[in-house]
């Protein structure tokens, strides 16, 4: 079941030594908006609440999402060794950007619920800067000018994961703003290769499809 996995696939990282956490498997296998959570204790137990939505709020989301993939490749784990690193020489600083990270997730999940597209967009910039506190160096120069850019016609961004480059994510002020996105970039200067994309939440969650190996035989020779 879906509580399995999210176990399972934090078990199996931590055997393939690259690090992370339970995040990627709540946001992939869990449908909806969600926030989950997980207490200081051994064995770790995550637990996800899915969040109940404004009606009609999951399509404004919807016309105000963006994805931008940057250009710029990165290995998550890199990042993460460091980010470790500091955790466990137990820094001040460190140590309250993480109760501070806590407290901002669970304010925007209040916005969430509320269907407040301002909050959630100051949300996501406060979480920008205490990925950048956690994580020194997650933010490339042409990132940087890529979201400077941008600020203007957004409420929030972010960069997924655990940054250094992969993919930005936006939520715009204005609805449908694609073709705005794409604009301001290829009018910015020292950018990669970008490429902008429409979002949709995912309200079923992962599924996976299982055939025969004749339905698979059939399939190829058509």
């Not at 995550?46 to 940057?70: A, C, I, M, R, W």
């Not at 020194?136 to 929030?156: N, T």
């Amino acid at each position: 079941n879906t509580d399995s996995l999210i176990h399972a696939v934090l078990h199996l990282e931590q055997i393939l030594t690259t690090g992370g956490g339970w995040q990627d498997q709540v946001g992939g296998l869990v449908p909806g908006v969600k926030i989950g959570r997980s207490k200081a204790q051994l064995p770790l137990r995550v637990d996800v609440e899915q969040l109940s939505l404004p009606e009609g709020f999951v399509k404004t989301l919807n016309e105000h999402l963006l994805l931008v993939y940057t250009g710029k490749t990165r290995l998550a784990r890199n990042l993460l060794q460091d980010v470790l690193r500091n955790w466990y020489a137990r820094l001040p600083a460190v140590v309250q950007n993480a109760d501070s990270l806590v407290a901002n997730a669970e304010e925007c999940a209040k916005a969430f619920s509320k269907g407040d597209l301002l909050q959630i967009g100051e949300c996501l910039n406060t979480y920008w800067q205490q990925k950048k506190c956690m994580a020194p160096g997650c933010e490339p120069q042409a990132v940087k000018k890529m979201m400077d850019a941008l600020q203007p016609r957004v409420y929030g961004q972010s960069l997924a994961g655990a940054g250094g480059g992969g993919f930005l994510y936006l939520l715009t002020k204005e609805a449908n703003q694609k073709e705005a996105v794409r604009n301001i970039l290829a009018n910015t200067e020292g950018l990669g290769d970008f490429s902008v994309h429409d979002v949709d939440v995912d309200l079923s969650g992962i599924s996976v499809a299982f055939s025969s190996s004749e339905d698979a035989t059939d399939a190829g020779s058509r």
